[in-house]
């Protein structure tokens, strides 16, 4: 993983992005959260799992289901399976070395 700050290639609305190998951050204040941090690492993995370009496909598509599903775009994005499960391990810094292939779909 390669961490970078640049508030120029964070989408606007967001704080930080992952796309493998980097961990992409607005702030560099954001590096030293250690959650935050293991947000965006889940989503690196979630990448390897399918693929970049696969993952961003799907994750895309979910959100626009999402939104069709709660009209409302932090709903929408707070309830895409991949962003789920990141949220709900993001303080468990033992999560990543034990987590198991394709674990996202649990959160579908």
Known sequence: MFLLVSKYLVPKGFD???IFPFVILRHKAQAAD???VNHEKIHLRQ???L???PFF???GIEFLWRLAQYRNYD???RNISFERE???HEA???YLPSRTWWKFLQYL
């Open 16 to 18: 930080g992005i992952a």
């Open 75 to 77: 709903k929408a994005y």
């Open 34 to 36: 250690a959650a935050y």
């Open 92 to 94: 468990n810094f033992v």
């Open 47 to 49: 990448q390897l799992e």
């Open 51 to 53: 693929g970049i370009l």
């Open 86 to 88: 990141a949220y709900a």
């Open 57 to 59: 496909i799907w994750y």
